[in-house]
T-cell receptor
Framework: DAGVTQSPTHLIKTRGQHVTLRCSPI?????VSWYQQVLGQGPQFIFQ???????GRGNFPDRFSARQFPNYSSELNVNALLLGDSALYLC????????????????FGSGTRLTVV | AQKVTQAQTEISVVEKEDVTLDCVYE???????LFWYKQPPSGELVFLIR??????QNEISGRYSWNFQKSTSSFNFTITASQVVDSAVYFC????????????FGTGTRLTVIP
């Protein structure tokens, strides 16, 4: 069975540009979460979606947005890129309604490494 | 507020040595969950264990064991007879029923096992 798949694996963008990152959850998983991992740090929560509805949002500016599609795949969009947005972006899926706050087990993808120059 | 502290930034051990990775957490919630994840160089986070706040039983899985102590707010992870394949960054994480619907991660401990 395929795990959580993310695309692209690597990306280089220029400051001020826009980027879209994509995630396909494990088959049967309806919840998708996004995390940002800056080099040398632990992942930080950005969004959680379940059944196309936003269920949680971390402390990120409005330049970050996301959506979930009817097939449960998800996109993370970042506008007006800054150098500080350079990071590994991780997507995770789970089979339960709740997010991590309810103890849901998250399965992570390998991430998209975004470099902003 | 929720917080996870992994004071050990990097640890190096020689193969077959035992090693303990420390994790201290902070939360005011009475219901919470603790996790350990392993991040190899490939980048994905690999789930190792999940415990809830009502289950203080220690757990052993092969060479891995976990010591959960609510009295000291710690959830330490021990690898017995370490192997080169154990080299990775290990993250401790916390989620709470009352908090945001997400995992709070520590800053990770990079473990290097020297052959």
């Amino acid at each position: 069975d395929a795990g959580v798949t993310q695309s692209p694996t690597h990306l280089i963008k220029t400051r001020g540009q826009h980027v879209t990152l994509r995630c396909s959850p494990i088959s049967g998983h309806k919840s998708v979460s996004w995390y940002q991992q800056v080099l040398g740090q632990g992942p930080q929560f950005i969004f959680q979606y379940y059944e196309k509805e936003e269920r949680g949002r971390g402390n990120f500016p409005d330049r970050f947005s996301a959506r979930q599609f009817p097939n449960y795949s998800s996109e993370l969009n970042v506008n007006a890129l800054l150098l500080g947005d350079s990071a590994l972006y991780l997507c995770a899926s789970s089979s339960t309604t709740g997010g991590a706050g309810s103890g849901a087990l998250l399965t992570f993808g390998s991430g998209t490494r975004l470099t902003v120059v | 507020a929720q917080k996870v502290t992994q004071a050990q930034t990097e640890i190096s051990v020689v193969e077959k040595e035992d090693v303990t990775l420390d994790c201290v957490y902070e939360t005011r919630d009475t219901t919470y969950y603790l996790f350990w994840y392993k991040q190899p160089p490939s980048g994905e986070l690999v789930f190792l264990i999940r415990r809830n706040s009502f289950d203080e039983q220690n757990e052993i899985s092969g060479r891995y064991s976990w010591n959960f102590q609510k009295s000291t707010s710690s959830f330490n992870f021990t690898i017995t007879a370490s192997q080169v394949v154990d080299s990775a960054v290990y993250f401790c994480a916390l989620s709470t029923a009352e908090g945001a619907n997400n995992l709070f991660f520590g800053t990770g401990t990079r473990l290097t096992v020297i052959p």
